[in-house]
C-alpha cells in the first residue's frame, strides 16, 4: 500500500480505511446464545499516506466491533475522530508526524504530537473508552462507536494514561498509570467505577522510560523501569528520542497501595511489553509477563523475540529477585480470566509462534499456559493463518477459571479475510465452536475487551 516497503503498510498490517455496518455475519459452527455483548478491538490504521518514516505505533486508531446476541453476529467499524485525524481529513492529507519522523514544521493551531487513539479499548462506567498510552482517553458512543470526545475524569487527569489500566475484581475500580519524558515520570491513579478519579500519586522511578503496562495485586503495583529511555535532547540532532540503555539495567519497584512507600529490586536490562498477571503468595509477589532481551524503537523491527517469564520479588528486608523463562515458545499479548486479576492465576491465554522464530510480532497460533502444572494446548487453523489477541469471556460471573471461551479474530493470507474465533476454553485444542466471517479483512491490531450487554 502506499508503494511502501513498510512492513507495517502492507499485507494485513496495512490500513482498512472504510467504515461500515453489517449484519447477520456468516457463521460457521453455533455462537453460544450465553455470549451476548460485543467484542471491541482496536488498532493502527493510518487514514492518510503518512508524511514521514511510519511506526507501527503512529496509525490512527480503528475500533473493530463485533456484537454477538441470540447466536448471531454482526460488525461495525470507526475511526476514532480524534482532533488530529479531524484536521486531517479537513486537509485531505496527514499533517502529523511520528515516532520516527517529526516533521520540522507543523501548523500553529496544532499539537506537535497527535493522539492516536489506537491502542487499547475497555468499557467503562456506561462508556467505551479508546486509549493510547501518551495522551488523555477518547470517549465512544458503545453502540454506534461514534466519538465524544476526551475523556480526562472532569478534568482530574492532568498527564497521559496508560493503554492498559487493570479493573480491579473487589470493586470495579480502575487502577492505572501515565508516564511522561519529564518529572514526575510516572504517576499512579485509581478512580471508581463510576468514573471518579479518587487517586492520584506521583512515583520518583528516577528515569524517563517508555513503561507500556504494570501490573496490580490486591496490596501492590508494580511497575518495571526498563532502560528504554526518553532522550528528548537528541530530537533536536535528527536522532531517536528513544534509547536502549542496557547498562542501566532493568530496576522494577513494587508500591505498596496504602502506603505509597516503594521498594526496588535491579535486574539485568530486558524489556517487557505486557504482564499477564502478579499475585503475592508466601511473602512474594509473582509477576508472569513476556519479556525481550532488548527493545529496538528506532525503526520498525523490534529485534527481539517475547517469551513467557516469570519474576518472583521477595518483600523482605533485602528481599532477593527470582527471574525465569517458563516457556521457549514466544507469545505475546497475554490474557487471563480478569476475575482473577491480582490473585492467584492458573491460566493465561496468549497470542503466539510456533516454528522457525520470526522474531517479533507475527503469531500463527493461539496457546492456553498452565502456569501451575506447567503444560501449553495450541489451537492452530493452519494455513499461515495469524491471530491476534486471545480476549476471555467466562461462562458465568460465577463459573470457576478457565470455564468460558476465548476469542480471536484471525487473518487468512490465502483469502485476504478475517473471522473471528469462539473457542471453549476447556476444550482449547479442540475444534473451534464457531468461525464468524467479518465482511473485509480486519487489519492487525492491539488489544481489544469483552464488554457485555447490560
Ligand atoms: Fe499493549
Redesign the pocket.
Given at each position: 500500500m502506499w508503494n511502501s516497503d513498510n512492513p507495517f503498510l502492507n499485507g494485513n498490517y496495512a490500513p482498512w480505511r472504510e467504515e461500515g455496518d453489517a449484519f447477520d455475519l456468516e457463521v460457521e459452527g453455533e455462537i453460544p446464545r450465553e455470549l451476548n455483548g460485543a467484542l471491541y478491538r482496536i488498532g493502527p490504521n493510518p487514514h492518510f499516506k503518512p508524511r514521514g518514516r511510519y511506526h507501527w505505533f503512529d496509525g490512527d486508531g480503528m475500533v473493530h466491533g463485533f456484537i454477538l446476541k441470540d447466536g448471531r453476529a454482526a460488525y461495525r467499524n470507526r475511526y476514532v475522530k480524534t482532533d488530529g485525524l479531524r484536521a486531517e481529513m479537513s486537509a485531505g492529507k496527514a499533517l502529523f508526524g511520528g515516532l520516527l519522523d517529526q516533521p520540522t514544521e507543523m501548523p500553529q493551531d496544532l499539537p506537535p504530537f497527535k493522539n492516536a487513539a489506537n491502542?487499547?479499548i475497555i468499557g467503562y462506567a456506561n462508556r467505551l473508552l479508546a486509549l493510547y498510552?501518551a495522551s488523555s482517553p477518547h470517549e465512544l458512543k458503545p453502540v454506534t462507536l461514534e466519538t465524544v470526545g476526551i475523556f480526562n475524569f472532569a478534568d482530574k487527569l492532568a498527564g497521559p494514561m496508560t493503554?492498559?489500566p487493570k479493573f480491579d475484581p473487589a470493586n470495579g475500580d480502575l487502577l492505572f498509570f501515565g508516564y511522561q519524558p519529564f518529572p514526575p515520570y510516572v504517576t499512579w491513579y485509581r478512580a471508581d467505577c463510576g468514573g471518579n478519579l479518587i487517586e492520584s500519586r506521583p512515583i520518583d522511578t528516577g528515569l524517563p522510560v517508555m513503561m507500556?503496562?504494570f501490573i496490580a495485586t490486591d496490596d501492590y503495583a508494580i511497575f518495571f523501569v526498563c532502560p528504554s529511555v526518553f532522550r528528548i535532547e537528541n530530537a533536536a540532532a535528527g536522532k531517536p528520542i528513544m534509547a536502549w540503555e542496557p547498562e542501566l539495567g532493568t530496576r522494577i519497584g513494587a508500591m505498596n497501595r496504602k502506603t505509597g512507600e516503594l521498594k526496588w529490586w535491579q535486574a539485568e536490562p530486558f524489556f517487557v511489553?505486557?504482564f499477564l498477571n502478579a499475585y503475592e503468595e508466601n511473602g512474594s509477589l509473582i509477576v508472569d509477563g513476556c519479556r525481550m532481551s532488548a527493545l529496538d524503537m528506532t525503526g520498525n523491527e523490534f529485534g527481539n523475540p517475547p517469551l513467557p517469564w516469570r519474576w518472583t520479588l521477595n518483600l523482605g528486608n533485602g528481599g532477593s529477585l527470582k527471574s525465569e523463562q517458563v516457556d521457549d515458545v514466544s507469545a505475546e499479548?497475554p490474557r487471563l480470566d480478569e476475575r482473577l486479576a491480582g490473585k492467584k492465576h492458573r491460566y493465561g491465554y496468549f497470542a503466539a509462534f510456533r516454528g522457525d522464530d520470526d522474531g517479533g510480532f507475527g503469531f500463527n497460533c493461539v496457546v492456553k499456559r498452565d502456569c501451575v502444572a506447567g503444560g501449553t494446548e495450541y489451537q492452530d487453523l493452519g494455513g499461515n493463518k495469524a491471530p491476534g489477541e486471545p480476549v476471555f469471556v467466562p461462562r458465568t460471573s460465577g463459573s470457576p477459571e478457565d470455564d468460558g471461551w476465548v476469542l480471536s479474530v484471525w487473518y487468512d493470507p490465502a483469502m485476504d479475510s478475517s473471522e473471528l474465533l469462539i473457542q471453549d476454553s476447556r476444550d482449547f485444542s479442540g475444534k473451534p465452536i464457531a468461525r464468524i466471517k467479518t465482511p473485509h479483512r480486519v487489519p492487525f491490531g492491539?488489544?481489544g475487551n469483552w464488554v457485555p450487554a447490560e
Open positions: 491502542t487499547n498510552e493503554a492498559h507500556h503496562d511489553f505486557h499479548f492491539f488489544h
